[in-house]
């Protein structure tokens, strides 16, 4: 998980960092079920809008970006580049936007 990266640093491997790591990743899971509770009516919208805000950008923009840094050459790649990513950009606000003026119909 990438968060026990970030919490587990500098901890030598033992069994108390094994449990520490059991732990967190028990404390996500529970609060994922509990977030799924609360949202359960909802669940289909939540996942809607946290599909536009997650999948938009990696389908999108950051192939877009990455080919712009790394590949793109000439000015007409750098311009279609910016033009794909722009396009991400605006289909998850908007997506993200319809999703929220949609969650409590």
Not at 7 to 25: A, C, D, E, M, Y
Not at 31 to 58: N, Q, Y
Not at 72 to 91: L, N, Y
Request: aromatic share 14%.
């Amino acid at each position: 998980m990438i968060g026990d990266n970030y919490l587990f640093t500098g901890w030598v491997k033992s069994p108390k960092r094994q449990w520490g790591k059991n732990v967190s990743r028990m404390v996500m899971v529970g609060f994922v079920v509990i977030l799924t509770v609360i949202l359960e009516d909802k669940l289909d919208k939540f996942l809607a809008i946290l599909g536009s805000l997650t999948c938009t950008p990696i389908a999108f923009m950051f192939p877009a970006l990455f080919h712009f840094k790394c590949c793109a050459e000439t000015p007409k790649q750098k311009c279609i580049d910016m033009i794909i990513f722009a396009f991400g950009s605006t289909v998850m606000v908007f997506c993200t936007g319809l999703g929220l003026l949609n969650w409590n119909k």
